[in-house]
């Protein structure tokens, strides 16, 4: 059975910093890339950032480059996302997914982990 489980989020200040994780099992980790994206309140899912099934090649948002950073620890089966310099506009939302074969029945969400950056 797969599963990606989201510890809690947080509330954080502007210009404070999180790190949501993403455990996964059921499946090889170590074989899939990840994504995580975002919906904040009131909008639609946004794209946040990709990393690779080795962890050496990241993509990310333009609203987040710079601030954020993507991980992995494929012996852990974690994933991370590393959260720096917080603004009111990333309270959201954070889901991780993957996708292990081919169409939508293949594609797994973790639960949701909710961050508010907020004063």
């Known amino acids: 059975q797969v599963q990606l489980v989201e510890p809690g989020g947080g509330l954080v200040q502007p210009g404070g910093s999180l790190r949501p994780s993403c455990t996964a099992s059921?499946?090889?980790?170590?074989?899939?890339?990840m994504t995580w994206v975002r919906r904040p309140p009131g909008k639609g899912v946004e794209w946040v950032s990709y990393?690779?099934?080795?962890?050496?090649?990241?993509d990310y948002a333009d609203s987040v480059k710079g601030r954020f950073t993507i991980s992995r620890d494929n012996a852990k089966n974690t994933l991370y996302l590393h959260m720096n310099s917080l603004k009111p506009e990333d309270t959201a939302v954070y889901y991780c997914?993957?996708?292990?074969?081919?169409?939508?029945?293949?594609?797994?969400w973790g639960q949701g982990t909710q961050v508010t950056v907020a004063s």
């Open positions: 997914y993957t996708q292990i074969g081919h169409g939508e029945d293949w594609v797994y």
């Open positions: 059921g499946f090889t980790f170590s074989v899939y890339p």
């Open positions: 990393i690779n099934s080795g962890g050496d090649s990241t």
